[in-house]
Structure formats: structure tokens, C-alpha cells
């Protein structure tokens, strides 16, 4: 045999030691056990986020880090609002945030609005140069027609006005009122037309009041409704909260988030046509954690009690099964403590590693314990079984756990932590699981079947009737089939090769969530609504100066909707706003509007009529187009409703008009004098900002912080190349969460390409030093290269696609599968040299039994909501179970192949010395057993 001589010898020691001293071993065991559980609830912690999952050092998390200690918590918990209307949504956002502070739920700050107030009489400086331009030729150009109204406010006086300003606004048979509605764009008939649309509307019915002064007095929004946190269609309002985490929990912001969550339950029968939801980096983080944390637990109790029962099928019995789970317990006892120890936390990576252990940690035992039992059955005493396990099963079983947990350990030369973490701890849990089943298993075996501890040899069944009795003829009949075995196998690989055309990649982070978690579907709802996400880049400047330059610069980039930051608060060119509200101050100032007069009917007849005629002259001078049929049509409209007004009861037109009357005063006293309050503005410097927002964006070292939201879709790969790649190009020191995603990404991609190379190269070095034959080598390889290339072909018939959930489970398949192909090889090579059937009993209902566990230890992972955790699952039972198909289908056809062929090879030698006289070489395969 070509496995290393010295490694089953030592074996051999180690299982006779453990068996010398049975109940020392287990109660050591069972201590260390018990230790490592206390331990790992005293010290063991959890890491939440993805920044703690990177590679130390990196200048983006320095920067990421100091700017939270500086500015404090940067990604804010999310509330978002969607009602009919923005005046719902507003009110509900009152209501939401009163009831948050009465009932005290752990929120450090909570808003969902700038109040105006504190930036009374200054709102002219956060107009536009240019708005301020036309408000000032407004009140120029319409001067005399602003001060009339106002030293008479009536429906009247507001028609005569506009017949005298028509009686001027003759350039070039253009007219140009200058009247629009909400900012002047070419519609000059838009004041009147809306006008005279209400008047004839209110002699019929109560309609709703529209504003014809915002462009006139365009100085800020209504008080009431100022300020707040709305999306650019105002279809969704957001509250911004933050937290108060509590440390050491593996959701550090659970009780925060559920408290949100049970206050907009509460709310939901008061508020029946509002939808509420939470999202943020704290919730898609908490979401994750809490469904990945479940789904693991579920898992792993799942796929325990499924790897159990195979076991007991297998075996056809209870006890010793039993005892070999419970001690696969004990291993991953030592393994919470080994990560406890060395690690010091888990993560949403590496807090899987039980469920992919208990799959292949079990295999050492099911292979040691089958040989075991079949070397009882050949007639070995206890002792003489469990040392020629160890001597000849032993060192296939120790390189089978090398190699599995070496396919772990490569992950640890890449460049992401997580992915390191998840190597570091389940190489060593498999390590550790060889190690008991090595030691405590066999101690174990010592206490339990005491009863074949001097039993004499049983000699009376002869050898060939034993081995024969031992043979597995369900998988010895498929060899007899070979030409049929690889034509399926042939088939089977021409389909994956045709499938690899179809096999695609989802870099999306939020696709790997379980589906419909709240965070998630407001996250893309947002997205979808105001095509922004949640999270922002962020950059400092150490200037105001530098601080627009950079602003001016993020916002010309295609990727960027918006910058926050203390400009928001602090408008720019102050001196030439402050020279131009000075410009029309003088004339707006001093005007002071009268009291309300009744509708004088008569009065405003004799107005529009005057009003018409001068519309219908504008109409004979405009040029033929658009404006020359909305004059005809407004001149038609106002002689259909003076006519309406002389035949209705002067009585009812009065009370109709009389309403509308007293809203277009009331509208304009409130327009005009807010544009008077803010004649006189002081200049806005740091000292007005509010202590909140100047927290948030400005720290006490001098730093001002820019947070730059994107337009495209950053959990998209090329939407988060393309934004981080043009931030960059502004300043390459910028920083956030899309900038350390798009970073964990492809640290993520390149540590799986890497940890994929490492494992095959790995696999390959281990199999070649243990086997040395070339031919073999490759025949043991067989079974995780079609596997392979199966998994990943069959996955488009799946609909199955790689994500940065399952792509990592490629070296795990590795590791996981490496084992059937050695284990089948080398007991085949065994039977060689020795004698017996083509592979042996045992090694096939080992391997069949061992792959199954792993199969249902994977297949676990296929009862998890998250849907990361489900596809690393399907990935890896597809790819354990074509490995396992593989090894016990298409290799042993192979290996009889390979033995026919030695075989003929020989006969032709032995024929040929025949015929010259010699004497024929002893027949191989006629030994016997140690």
C-alpha cells in the first residue's frame, strides 16, 4: 500500500492509548466540552456589521471610523411614511414620533423635519440669484397694480388691476403678464385663466381654493408644511432616527428596531390607508442577523436529527450511532471554544459553521466505525479491530480530514476577514471532529463491546465465504454495466457543459435576504420611488469654501441625486442676495394692506367687461399659435360667465363670491407680509444652524462632512462601480457605506476565486503524496472534478445562480467531497494488494452513508427563509450529491476497468513466459490480513 506506513502506525498508537485508559479519555473530553460552552458564554460576541468583516488597516474604514467618532452615527434607522397625501403622512409622522418619545423606545435622536421657525426673516437667502431677479422685476413691473389691490383687497379691484396691466403689455403684439402660477414659463394667461375658471366654478358649487400669489410672493412653502424630510415626488416622508445600540449582542439595535415596529402596529388601526416601514443599515443589518442567526439554528437541529437517522439506517441499530453524534456534540463543543479563544466573536459568515461540520464532521466516525465492525465480523478480537482500523483505514480517514479541513483553512489566505473566520473555524471544527472520533470513539467502543475483548479468533468461516458476504452487490452490478454507466455519465457532463452558457452571477446584497423582509422591501421601494437608496458616500471638507467646491463638484456627477450637507442650512452668495432683496425693499416695505370690503357685484362687472375687451385687442394683435387660442378661449370663458352673473341671483352670486373673496385676501395678506418679514435678512453663518444639524455635519476639530446620495442603484455591482469610480475621481478619499459594500464585494469575489485555485491545488498536492501513483491520483480526483463540473452546469436547471452567499461553497464542496474519491482508491488498492472483493462492504456503505450525512448536513441549510443561506444549501447538496454519485457510480466502472486491463496485462506476461519455458510469477492478491 502507498499510504505513508508511519502515519498508520502512529494511529495505531494513539487509538491504543485512548483504549488503554476508555473512561479518562471521555471524561476529559466531555470537561474540555463542557469548559469550552461556559467559556463561549462568558467571552463569545458577535460581529453585525460588514466593516468589521474587511481587512484591518484599510484607509476607507480608518476614514469611515474616525468620521463616526467625529460627527457621530452616520447611517440613520430609516422610517418611511407612505400615505395618500402629503398632509396625511405628515400628521401620522407627528403622531409616530410623539408616541416613540412617550413610550421611551431607545432612540438617541429621532426627526422628520427642519422647523422654519428658526430661520424666520431670512428665507430670501435660500432663494435662487435668479428667483430673487424676478421677484424684484415683478414687483417693479407690477408695482402699481401690488399696491392697489392692497389698498383694496376686493375680487373688483383685482380684475381692474389686471385690465390695467394688459393696457401695457403691448411689446410687439406679445402680451407678457408675468402672472404664472408657481414660476414664469411662457403661460402668460395662467393667472387669469385660473381665475376665472374659480369664479365660474363658485357660482355652481364649493370648489377647492388655488393660490394665484405663490409666483408673486415667492418666498418659502406655508409654515405648517415647511421643512419636512419628503422624497422629490412627496410621495414618501421619512423619519431619521439613530438608535442606542447595546453592545455584545449579535443585533445590537434589536430593541430599538422591534420597539419602532410595535409603535406603527399600534398605530396601523388608527392610520388604516398608511403604510409604514422601517429600513436603514441598522435594520437590513438586524433583519439579516436575525433570520441568518434563526435559519442557522433551525439548521443545524434539522440537520443533526436527519444525519442521525441515516445513521441509524445505515447501521441498523442505535446505540453506537448514537454515541458517535454525541461525541460529534463534544467536537463542536471545542470548536465554540477553540472560536471563542482565537477569534473572539461570530459572524452572519462563520456562524454557519455548524451546519456545514455536522455534515462532514460525522464521516470520520461512520468510516472508523464500519471498518471497525467489518473487521469484528472477519473474526478480530476488540483490540485487533480497533488497531487495524486505525493502522489501514486510519491514514485515509486523517487525509481525507486534512484535506477537507485544508479546503477551510486556504480561506484564510484571502483578503476578506469574513470569509477568513468561516476557513479558520471550520477547518479547525473539522479537525477537531477527526480528533474525537480518533480518540473518544474508539475509548468509547472499548467500554461498549466488552464482550469481544478475548474472544477467540473465529476461524471456522472461511476467509472466502467472509469476503464474500461482504460484498454490496447493488454497486457491484452497476460495474457490470460499464459502457451504460458512462454513456449516462457522458450525457450528464455534455448537459453541464451546455448549462455553465447559462450560469449567471447576482452581486445584490439585498436578493440574499429572506423575501418580504420589511427592511428589504422598503430599501427597494424606495429605490423605486425616489431612485435613491438610503445610504450615502460620504467626504470632508476644512472650509466652507472647499466645502462648495466639492458640494458643486459631487452634484455635476451623472451618479449623484443629492449632497447634504451644513449648505443645505447656509446659503451661497449672500452679499449679491443681500444687494438684491435691497433693490425692491423700498417699494414692498411700506405697503400696508386694507381691511376687507364686500363684493361690490356691479363693480366687478363693469371690470370684466373691460377685462375682455382688452383680451380680445390682445388677441387681434398676437401672432397665430398657442397664446392666440388660449386668448380666444379666455375671452370666450369670460363673456360665458358675465353672462352667468347677470342672469343668476345677484343675492347667491354675492354669497358665492363673497367666500372666495375673503381666501384670495386672506392668502394674499399672508403671502405679502411673509415676503415683508424677510426684507431684512441677517447673514446665515454656523451660529444659526441648529445644534442638531451642526452636530451631524460640522465637528468640533473644524471638519465639515458632505453626505453624497446616489442616483443609480448601488446594490447593483456596475450601478456601485460606476458611482464609487466617479466620487473618486472628485476625491479620492471619500468614504461610506456603498464605498465600503462595493469594496466587501470584491474582496468577497476574489477571495472565493482564490480560495477555489487554493483548494484544487491543495486537493491535488495532498492526493499526490499520499496515493503516488499518478493514475490513481487522478482516479481519486475523478469524483470532485465531475462533481464539480456537474454542480455548476445543473444550476442553470436549478435556476440557481451564484451569489456572495453560496460562490464560497465551490472550495466547500472541495473539501467536502475529497474524501469519497481517496476513500474508494485507496481501499481498492488495499483489496489489491491484500485480496478481496473489488473496493470492499464497508468503504462503499461508508462513503455512501458519510456522503448522505453531508448531503443532508447541506440540505439542512435548504430550510432557511434567507435566502443566502438557501442557495449556499442547494449549492452545496448538488454538489455533494454529484460528487457522491460520482465516486460511487462512474469510479468504481473505472477501477475495474483499470483492473481488468492489469489483469489481461498480466495474463499476456504469464502466457508469454509459459510459452518460452519459464516459471509463471505467484498470482497478487492472495495475502492475508494483518
Known amino acids: 500500500m502507498n499510504v505513508v506506513p508511519k502515519t498508520g502506525r502512529l494511529l495505531r498508537r494513539l487509538v491504543r492509548v485512548s483504549c488503554d485508559w476508555p473512561v479518562l479519555t471521555l471524561v476529559l473530553g466531555v470537561a474540555l466540552a463542557a469548559a469550552s460552552v461556559w467559556y463561549a458564554f462568558a467571552q463569545l460576541s458577535f460581529a453585525t456589521s460588514t466593516a468589521d468583516l474587511l481587512p484591518r488597516g484599510q484607509a476607507y474604514m480608518q476614514r469611515f471610523h474616525e468620521y463616526e467618532r467625529l460627527f457621530g452615527e452616520i447611517d440613520d434607522l430609516i422610517i418611511v411614511v407612505e400615505a395618500p397625501s402629503p398632509a396625511e403622512a405628515k400628521v401620522y409622522a407627528g403622531r409616530l414620533v410623539r408616541e416613540l418619545r412617550q413610550r421611551a423606545v431607545p432612540l438617541k435622536h429621532l426627526n422628520y423635519r427642519i422647523d422654519p421657525k428658526q430661520f424666520e426673516g431670512q428665507a430670501l437667502l435660500y432663494l435662487s440669484k435668479h428667483k430673487l431677479a424676478e421677484i424684484r422685476d415683478r414687483i417693479f413691473d407690477y408695482q402699481e397694480f401690488m399696491e392697489s389691490f392692497a389698498a383694496r383687497p376686493t375680487l373688483d379691484q383685482l380684475v381692474d388691476g389686471l385690465a390695467t396691466q394688459i393696457a401695457g403689455a403691448f411689446v410687439t403684439g406679445f402680451l407678457d403678464l408675468g402672472l404664472d402660477d408657481n414660476k414664469k414659463t411662457g403661460n402668460d394667461l395662467k393667472f387669469i385663466e385660473d381665475l376665472i375658471a374659480q369664479l365660474s366654478a363658485r357660482l355652481d358649487r364649493p370648489v377647492p381654493y388655488r393660490s394665484p400669489w405663490g409666483a408673486f410672493f415667492s418666498v418659502a412653502g406655508d409654515d405648517s408644511d415647511a421643512g419636512y424630510f419628503l422624497s422629490d415626488d412627496e410621495k414618501l416622508l421619512f423619519i431619521l432616527a439613530v438608535p442606542r445600540s447595546q453592545s455584545g449582542s449579535f443585533t445590537a439595535d434589536r430593541e430599538a428596531i422591534d420597539g419602532v415596529r410595535g409603535v406603527i402596529r399600534l398605530l396601523r388601526p388608527e392610520f388604516p390607508d398608511i403604510l409604514v416601514g422601517v429600513t436603514g443599515k441598522a435594520a437590513l443589518s438586524n433583519d439579516e442577523m436575525v433570520s441568518a442567526f434563526h435559519d442557522s439554528e433551525w439548521a443545524s437541529i434539522l440537520s443533526f436529527a436527519l444525519t442521525m437517522g441515516l445513521i441509524f439506517w445505515g447501521f441498523r441499530r442505535i446505540g453506537k450511532p448514537t454515541v458517535m453524534c454525541a461525541l460529534l456534540v463534544v467536537s463542536l463543543c471545542w470548536a465554540v471554544g477553540f472560536t471563542t479563544l482565537a477569534i473572539g466573536h461570530l459572524s452572519l459568515f462563520s456562524v454557519m459553521f455548524i451546519s456545514i461540520v455536522i455534515g462532514i464532521g460525522i464521516d470520520y466516525g461512520i468510516y472508523f466505525l464500519f471498518r471497525y465492525e467489518e473487521e469484528l465480523f472477519l473474526g478480530r478480537t476488540l483490540r485487533e479491530a480497533l488497531e487495524v482500523t486505525a493502522l489501514r483505514s486510519g491514514p485515509p ?218 383680451l380680445d385687442i390682445a388677441e387681434n394683435e398676437a401672432p397665430a399659435g398657442e397664446a392666440k387660442q388660449r386668448l380666444d378661449k379666455v375671452t370666450d370663458d369670460i363673456g360665458r360667465l358675465v353672462r352667468k352673473m347677470r342672469q343668476s341671483d345677484p343675492d347667491a352670486v354675492e354669497n358665492a363670491l363673497t367666500a372666495l373673496q375673503q381666501q384670495l385676501y386672506r392668502d394674499f395678506v399672508r403671502s405679502f407680509q411673509r415676503l415683508q418679514a424677510n426684507l431684512a435678512p441677517k447673514r446665515v453663518g454656523l451660529d444659526q444652524v441648529p445644534q442638531e444639524l451642526r452636530d451631524r455635519y460640522y465637528s468640533d476639530t473644524g471638519l465639515f462632512l458632505l453626505q453624497i446620495h446616489p442616483s443609480v442603484n448601488i446594490w447593483d455591482r456596475e450601478g456601485a462601480r460606476k458611482f464609487v469610480t466617479e466620487l473618486r475621481s472628485v476625491d479620492p478619499e471619500v468614504t461610506g457605506t456603498p464605498i465600503i459594500t462595493y469594496e466587501a464585494i470584491r474582496l468577497m469575489e476574489r477571495s472565493y476565486q482564490q480560495g477555489t485555485v487554493y483548494a484544487i491545488v491543495l486537493v491535488t498536492a495532498v492526493f499526490a503524496l499520499t496515493i503516488r501513483r499518478a493514475r490513481e491520483t487522478l482516479l481519486a480526483l475523478l469524483p470532485l472534478g465531475l462533481g464539480t463540473l456537474w454542480t455548476v452546469g445543473l444550476m442553470y436547471f436549478f435556476n440557481l445562480k451564484f451569489t456572495l452567499g453560496n460562490v464560497f461553497g465551490l472550495p466547500l464542496i472541495l473539501g467536502a467531497a475529497c474524501e469519497y474519491g481517496m476513500n474508494v482508491v485507496v481501499r481498492y488498492m488495499e483489496n489489491r494488494d491484500h485480496g478481496g472483493p473489488l473496493i470492499g462492504r464497508s468503504t462503499i456503505m461508508a462513503v455512501l452513508i458519510s456522503g448522505l450525512t453531508t448531503v443532508v448536513g447541506f440540505g439542512g441549510l435548504m430550510m432557511a427563509n434567507h435566502r443566502g443561506i438557501f442557495g449556499l444549501g442547494l449549492f452545496l447538496t448538488l454538489g455533494s450529491t454529484m460528487s457522491l454519485i460520482a465516486a460511487l457510480v462512474v469510479l468504481p466502472v473505472l477501477l475495474r476497468m483499470v483492473q481488468q486491463m492489469r489483469d489481461a496485462r498480466r495474463a499476456r506476461r504469464e502466457a508469454d513466459a509459459a510459452a518460452h519455458g519459464s516459471v509463471s510469477e505467484p498470482a497478487q492478491g492472495v495475502g492475508h490480513r494483518d
Open 397 to 614: 480517514i486523517l487525509v481525507g480530514a486534512i484535506t477537507a479541513a485544508g479546503t477551510f483553512y486556504v480561506l484564510a489566505l484571502t483578503d476578506f476577514r469574513g470569509v477568513q473566520e468561516l476557513g479558520i473555524i471550520s477547518g479547525t471544527a473539522i479537525m477537531l471532529s477527526w480528533l474525537t472520533m480518533m480518540t473518544m470513539l474508539p475509548a468509547a467502543l472499548v467500554l461498549i463491546d466488552r464482550r469481544h475483548t478475548d474472544r477467540p479468533p473465529q476461524a471456522a468461516v472461511p476467509r472466502s465465504v467472509a469476503l464474500e458476504r461482504i460484498r454490496v452487490p447493488l454497486f457491484e452490478r452497476l460495474t457490470d454495466f460499464p459502457r451504460t454507466v458512462l454513456a449516462v455519465a457522458a450525457v450528464l457532463t455534455v448537459l453541464s457543459i451546455w448549462g455553465l452558457r447559462g450560469v449567471s452571477f447576482d452581486y445584490n446584497l439585498l436578493n440574499l435576504q429572506a423575501k418580504g423582509t420589511e427592511s428589504v422591501v422598503w430599501e427597494k421601494r424606495i429605490l423605486a420611488t425616489s431612485g435613491r437608496s438610503g445610504f450615502a458616500g460620504l467626504a470632508t471638507a476644512t472650509s466652507l469654501d472647499e466645502l462648495r467646491r466639492k458640494q458643486a463638484a459631487f452634484k455635476r456627477l451623472s451618479t449623484v441625486s443629492e449632497v447634504d450637507s451644513l449648505l443645505m442650512l447656509i446659503p451661497e452668495d449672500q452679499e449679491e442676495k443681500h444687494k438684491l432683496i435691497r433693490d425692491f425693499a423700498p417699494i414692498a416695505a411700506p405697503v400696508r394692506i386694507a381691511r376687507p370690503q364686500s363684493v361690490d357685484l356691479p363693480r366687478l362687472l363693469a371690470g370684466l367687461d373691460v377685462l375682455k375687451r382688452r
